[in-house]
């Protein structure tokens, strides 16, 4: 039997939590186009998100540490992936629809800059005088302008679903103007699947972090000793004598630290779901405020952790250099691109050529779009007399 479109959202329909978001439902694309046989229409999403040129190029951007120093820390790719799993697994538990929040979750980053958040702030800079730049905007507008894949339509034509969720992902590090999101805040919260993927996005970086960091050896475990939430972990693994091998308990720990922090929000979860009584999603989206939360002591343990990875990681002396580093050299691409524009691709200079939008916005894109490595080699083929 072939599970067709109408099998799946049937699906849905049945085995769906009532206050999950429904594809049946969804408020459609900007562009019309006819449905797909076989899948719904978040599925659809997803796909063309994972068969973007953007979601590949995440594999050579920053997340902490630039991808050229060492093959195990995260990229931009893996974290993306990471965020997508824990963001999935919260979804299937509490009932939400898995396909929407894995679309969410893997297009949360497409926007991201080459190296990270120095990256960002970079040209956030250098667009002061031009709108500035914001990644959860950057994503949007890689996802509806800046994908060239379809001879009907500019973008992926993603629903308006995904989009929402893409420009309200909120977290500590990002979160869009409110300009910016006029076309999006039609109730006061985000679809409970766009939540999940908030604090999927939080629970992937804290927990991650901290074992890029032990691994780089910036920090060690004695430093996070003074973390509640660390020694509620270790003694948990250290309660099971078969799990203390040395070459593996660093990954226990942080295995635990994930389901930790999965559980804590499972729990608060279910009792503000259970506190609105949750019979649809609107219920959700203007409820007095998100319901994918964790408790106020994971919170408070959470803030605890955010402020040691800020000071004894993000802030390193050798992270805060390759940051200045990065600053300079995106600033020297996009002063020489604005200056002398004839040194941009032909595809670039053609969208200069239609005048619908400044050069400064199309340098940003571009560079926006880099790679840590081909920023790199752009730079030198720019600035090195021997480099072509």
Known sequence: MIIDRNI???????????YAFLSQNSSGRQWSEPECKYRTAFQRDRDRIIHSKAF?????????FAYYEGDHYRTRLTHTLEVAQIARSVAQYIGANEDLTHAIALAHDLGHTPFGHAGEKSLHHLMKDFGGFEHNRQSLRVVDLLETRYPDFPGLNLTFETRSGIIRHTTRYDQAP????????TSPNPALEAQIVNIADEIAYSCHDIEDGLRSGFFTEYDLAGLGIWNEVTKLVKE??????ENTFLYQCIRFLIDFFIRDVLGRTEHLLTAIRAEKP???MTASGPVVLFSDTMQEWKTQLDSFLYNKFYTHYKIMRMQYKADRLLSDLFKEYVQRPFQLPPSIRR?????DQSLERIVCDYIAGMTDRFALNEHRTLFLPYEY
């Open 8 to 18: 799946q959202e049937k699906r849905e329909r049945d085995y769906l939590a009532p």
């Open 56 to 64: 590949r190029r995440l594999e050579y951007k920053t997340q902490v």
């Open 178 to 185: 409110e300009e910016m999101l006029s076309e999006f805040i």
């Open 240 to 245: 099971r004598p078969t799990l203390m091998d």
């Open 282 to 284: 609107e219920q959700i």
């Open 351 to 355: 969208r200069i050529d239609k005048g």
